[in-house]
Every structure is written in structure tokens, then in C-alpha cells.
């Protein structure tokens, strides 16, 4: 295989990825083998070079979720304070402790993760309930734990986040998605900066898989703003993304 034929996997894996992160979550899985096994990076590399396509899908997406009235950021800034907060404190320990133990608790909570959404459907069709006040005591440790995650595994952070937020915080799952995305967004960009001083990316081929990461977002953002079915199509992305990573997790 040439290294162009190499290069266009990539970018046509990511822009896949990046499709799925808008919708769901978990693209991270596509993105991180694509990197390993594929382009070569070690584990901790590949890790810090993959925040690259998602800080750039991210700043896509959030732009036209924005533009499109799904996004406000004034109205849930409270949950965003402590998941950025928990991202920083999870960056700062994946950058220095290996993941790749957490790997084999993974699959266990990916099973939990899809009972959470096959149980009652109703909930993820639902409209953001905007009347709901949660409980301080239960949101910031909560979201600052989702946060820690994100920065220290990130793999599946969509997922838990649209969980968190549709059935925890009773929001809609498009606007729990254009959340999401401006949430990984922010915190990713520190956490780069947290890898580079590592020295734990490979910024060439993080550009690389950023192009097809960038262009799946924005297209599956517009594609979720203007299509009226867009929240039963990101539920039923999201139960086939579980399924995928569950059938992956324990057959392969």
C-alpha cells in the first residue's frame, strides 16, 4: 500500500468518525485504530494526535449548531464550567499514566451504556425539558466526573455525555449533541497543548485525519439542523454505535 493510499483511508475513516462523534459519540474507536494500526503511533501518541480531528470537528460543528439556533452556550454554562474543569485534571493524568488498563473495564460499561438507552425510547424523542432545575450536589460531581474522563480516556465520552445530559439533565438529544461538541471542543484544546509539551503528537498526521474528521462533522451538523427526523436518526446512530462497539469489545 502506497502512502497515499494510506493517507486516503485515514481521511475516509475520519470523516466517518466524524459523522459519528456529531450524531452519537465514540468515533474515537475508529480515529485511535486508524492511528495504531494503521499509521503506526504508539498508544500515548496516538491518543494526543487524535484530539486534533476533534478539536476541529468540534469547532465545525459547534459553529453550525450555533448558526442554527441548537446551541446555547448562556443557558447551560453551568454544566459546562465543571465538565471542563474534570477535562483538564483527566488531561493532566493521561499524559503521564497509560490508559490501556481502563480498556478492559470498557466493554462492561458499554454494555451498561446500551441498557441506559434501549430503556424507555420515549426519553431520548423528548424536547429539552426547560422547567428541569437539577440538583447542584448532583450535577457538578457528576459532569466533573464525565469531564475527567473525557480528558483522560476520551474514547466513548460522546456517548456517556448524551446520556448524561438526555436522561440525566432532560435535554434534547440534538441540542445534547451541539453541547457536546462545544464542551470536547474547548477542553481538547487545552489538552493538546497538555500533549504537544509532552511531545506526544504527531502533528502531520493529525492534520490528516483532521480533514476527514472536519468535513464529517460539518456535514452531519447540517444534516441535524435541517432535517426534522434528526433526533430518531441519532438515537438509533447511537444504539447501532453500541452495538458495533460491544460486538468488537467482546468477539474480537
Known amino acids: 500500500m502506497t502512502e497515499l493510499q494510506t493517507y486516503a483511508i485515514a481521511i475516509i475513516g475520519a470523516l466517518i468518525a466524524g459523522g459519528i462523534n456529531t450524531l452519537a459519540g465514540n468515533g474515537s474507536a475508529i480515529t485511535l485504530t486508524i492511528l495504531t494500526e494503521v499509521l503506526g503511533l504508539p498508544p500515548n501518541v496516538a491518543n494526543g494526535t487524535n484530539r486534533i480531528g476533534i478539536f476541529t470537528q468540534c469547532a465545525a460543528t459547534?459553529?453550525?449548531?450555533?448558526?442554527?439556533?441548537?446551541?446555547?452556550?448562556?443557558?447551560?454554562?453551568?454544566?459546562?464550567?465543571?465538565?471542563?474543569?474534570?477535562?483538564?485534571?483527566?488531561?493532566?493524568?493521561?499524559?503521564?499514566?497509560?490508559?490501556?488498563?481502563?480498556?478492559?473495564?470498557?466493554?462492561f460499561m458499554m454494555l451498561f451504556m446500551l441498557v441506559a438507552v434501549l430503556v424507555r425510547p420515549k426519553r431520548w424523542l423528548r424536547e429539552t425539558d426547560l422547567e428541569f432545575r437539577p440538583k447542584w450536589y448532583i450535577y457538578i460531581p457528576l459532569l466533573f466526573a464525565l469531564g475527567f474522563y473525557g480528558g483522560f480516556i476520551q474514547m466513548g465520552m460522546g456517548v456517556f455525555f448524551l446520556i448524561i445530559?438526555?436522561?440525566?439533565?432532560?435535554?434534547?438529544?440534538?441540542?445534547?449533541?451541539?453541547?457536546?461538541?462545544?464542551?470536547?471542543?474547548l477542553y481538547t484544546l487545552l489538552v493538546i497543548g497538555l500533549f504537544h509539551y509532552q511531545g506526544l503528537i504527531d502533528w502531520k498526521l493529525g492534520f490528516i485525519m483532521a480533514v476527514g474528521q472536519t468535513i464529517?462533522?460539518?456535514?452531519?451538523?447540517?444534516?441535524?439542523?435541517?432535517?426534522?427526523?434528526?433526533?430518531?436518526?441519532a438515537y438509533y446512530v447511537l444504539i447501532v454505535v453500541l452495538i458495533a462497539a460491544i460486538a468488537k469489545l467482546f468477539l474480537f
Not at 168 to 183: D, H, P, Q, T, W
Not at 216 to 233: C, M, N, P, Q, S
Open 165 to 185: 445530559m438526555v436522561l440525566g439533565m432532560r435535554m434534547n438529544i440534538i441540542e445534547s449533541n451541539a453541547l457536546k461538541g462545544f464542551v470536547i471542543g
Open 62 to 107: 459547534s459553529w453550525v449548531f450555533h448558526k442554527n439556533g441548537r446551541l446555547n452556550i448562556a443557558r447551560h454554562k453551568k454544566y459546562i464550567i465543571p465538565i471542563f474543569i474534570g477535562a483538564v485534571a483527566g488531561g493532566l493524568l493521561a499524559i503521564n499514566v497509560s490508559n490501556e488498563q481502563f480498556r478492559a473495564v470498557f466493554k
Open 216 to 233: 464529517g462533522g460539518f456535514l452531519t451538523a447540517r444534516f441535524a439542523t435541517k432535517y426534522k427526523g434528526a433526533d430518531k436518526v
